[in-house]
C-alpha cells in the first residue's frame, strides 16, 4: 500500500496570502488529521475529518480551514498568512479515528511566510 | 486535555536495551497509551500502544503499571536509527477526541556507537 502523500513538500509564501494544502491517505482510510509542527509550540491538532464531515477541532483561529473529498483526499487552508504560520504541516490518516486505530503520517508540507 | 510527563532527553549506549518512562497520573479507565517516535526530518510514525496488559510487537515493548498511571516503552536493541523524540500520548475515548493525537514534548533518545 502507498503511503501517506503530501503536497507541495515545500512552499514560501508572503503575509496576507493564502495558501492550499493537500493530502491523499492510504486507501482505504476515511478519517484524515492535520496538524501544525512548530520549534516553539510542538505538535499540534488543527482537525479532523471523516466521510467529508469534519468531527474534531483544535485551537485554531478562523483563518485555519480543510476540507475532505468523497474520495478522502483532504486540502487544508490558511488564509491572510502571518509570519506565526511557517510550520511543517502534517496530515495523518487511520482507518475511522478511534483511540484504537494507528494514525499514519505524510512527510510533510514545510511552509514558509515571509 | 490529558496530560503525560516524559525526561526531556534520555542517552544510550548502541545495542543495549532502553527504557523511556511517561507518567499519565489522570488517566482514565478508557484511555488507550500510545506511542510515537519522529525521526528526524520525518513525520511521526507509531511504535506501540496497549490499555492495561503488556503489549509487545516487532518494534518494541509497552510496559504498564497495575495503576495505569505511568507507563514504560522497551526498546530490547537501540540501533543508531531509534535516535529520535518519542511520544507519550493518551488516546481519549469519545465523539469529541477522534482523530486526535495530543503530543507533548517527547523524550529525545540519542544513541551513542
Known amino acids: 500500500k502507498a503511503g501517506v502523500t503530501q503536497t507541495p513538500r515545500y512552499l514560501i509564501k508572503t503575509r496576507g496570502q493564502q495558501v492550499t494544502l493537500s493530502c491523499s491517505p492510504i486507501?482505504?482510510?476515511?478519517?484524515v488529521s492535520w496538524y501544525q509542527q512548530t520549534p516553539g509550540q510542538g505538535l499540534q491538532f488543527l482537525f479532523e475529518y471523516f466521510s467529508e464531515t469534519q468531527r474534531n477541532k483544535g485551537n485554531f483561529p478562523g483563518r485555519f480551514s480543510g476540507r475532505q473529498f468523497s474520495n478522502s483526499r483532504s486540502e487544508m487552508n490558511v488564509s491572510t498568512l502571518e509570519l506565526g504560520d511557517s510550520a511543517l504541516y502534517l496530515c495523518a490518516s487511520s482507518g475511522s479515528g478511534a483511540s484504537t486505530d494507528t494514525q499514519y503520517f505524510g512527510p510533510g508540507t514545510r511552509l514558509t511566510v515571509l | 486535555d490529558a496530560k503525560t510527563t516524559q525526561p526531556n532527553s534520555m542517552e544510550s549506549n548502541e545495542e543495549e536495551p532502553v527504557h523511556l518512562p511517561c507518567n499519565h497520573s489522570?488517566?482514565?479507565?478508557?484511555?488507550?497509551i500510545h506511542w510515537y517516535r519522529q525521526l528526524p526530518s520525518q513525520g511521526p510514525e507509531y511504535v506501540i500502544h496497549?490499555?492495561?496488559s503488556n503489549v509487545n510487537n516487532r518494534m518494541a515493548s509497552l510496559a504498564i503499571a497495575e495503576d495505569r498511571k505511568s507507563s514504560t516503552l522497551i526498546l530490547h536493541r537501540a540501533t543508531l536509527r531509534d535516535a529520535a523524540v518519542y511520544y507519550c500520548?493518551?488516546?481519549?475515548?469519545?465523539?469529541?477526541?477522534?482523530?486526535?493525537?495530543?503530543f507533548g514534548q517527547g523524550t529525545t533518545l540519542q544513541v551513542k556507537p
Open positions: 486507501s482505504g482510510h476515511r478519517s
Open positions: 489522570t488517566i482514565s479507565g478508557t484511555d488507550y
Open positions: 500520548i493518551l488516546r481519549l475515548t469519545g465523539s469529541s477526541n477522534t482523530g486526535k493525537l495530543i
Open positions: 496497549g490499555l492495561t
